[in-house]
């Protein structure tokens, strides 16, 4: 089936830096979204992407949509301990923008010190 | 504030015991998912539906889950008999698909909190 390799696993970071993650596949994807999980509580959307080469932003955070329609990065600009979480990458093959089968990578586990 | 509603949010069992997880998902969204997350595999999809039809349930093993949607409002996961490697955290999600061919939503799927399964 589809996968997604999401890296780094983890980052531990010093606040005010910048951090960077991205997802690769080997399949293409029709839209990339990117999710960020605090503890004990589900995964909320930060950023859909629809279109290769597309670059969203979002307050500090920066994704874009991979050319090749396989990979996806998400920047995070001057973090601050409340950006601490898990970071998903999620890929749709299906129609564009349709809520199905969202396939998601692993997960990077960022942590944030003071 | 429209959100997904999960029960239990715990749950302890022991091996053999039926155990049924529910969600009610956001009130006008037609689609409604399952997700398994754990350590090692991280957020699988078990089953979907969309206006209650199950649509696909290939990553749920089906001698011993069942999914079902009663009615728009309820979604219910069941686990019979349950066993220690089903100990994950159960989450449901839903969203909102046009019907209409070209028509798309934001992709977006609202989480609810998750119901953390443990199987003794």
């Known amino acids: 089936g589809q996968q997604l390799n999401q890296s780094p696993q983890s980052m531990f970071i010093q606040e005010g830096e910048d951090v960077s993650m991205n997802c690769t596949s080997s399949?293409?994807?029709?839209?990339w979204l990117w999710y960020k999980q605090d503890p004990g509580e589900g995964p909320v959307l930060l950023i859909a992407?629809?279109?290769?080469?597309e670059l969203t932003s979002n307050g500090r955070l920066t994704a874009q949509f991979g050319i090749t329609r396989k990979d996806s990065f998400l920047n995070i600009s001057a973090s601050i301990p409340s950006d601490v979480g898990i970071y998903f990458c999620?890929?749709?093959?299906?129609?564009?923008?349709?809520?199905?089968?969202?396939?998601f990578g692993k997960g990077t586990k960022l942590t944030v010190n003071p | 504030d429209a959100r997904v509603t999960q029960t239990p949010r715990h749950k302890v069992t022991e091996m053999g015991q039926e155990v049924t997880m529910r969600c009610q998902p956001i009130?006008?969204?037609?689609?409604v998912f399952w997700y398994r997350q754990t350590m090692m595999q991280g957020l699988e999809l078990l089953a979907y539906?969309?206006?209650?039809?199950?649509?696909?349930d290939s990553g749920m093993p089906k001698d011993r889950f069942s999914a079902e949607m009663p009615d728009a409002t309820l979604a219910t996961l069941k686990i019979q008999p349950s066993e220690p490697r089903d100990s994950a955290v159960y989450f449901c999600?839903?969203?909102?698909?046009?019907?209409?061919?070209?028509?798309?939503?934001?992709?977006?799927?609202?989480f609810g909190e998750g119901s953390r399964l443990t199987v003794l």
């Open positions: 009130l006008g969204h037609n689609t």
């Open positions: 399949s293409i994807f029709n839209t």
């Open positions: 999600a839903s969203g909102l698909v046009f019907l209409i061919t070209g028509g798309a939503d934001t992709g977006e799927l609202f």
């Open positions: 992407l629809y279109k290769a080469g």
């Open positions: 539906f969309r206006n209650r039809a199950p649509l696909d």
């Open positions: 999620a890929g749709q093959s299906g129609p564009q923008g349709g809520s199905e089968k969202l396939v």
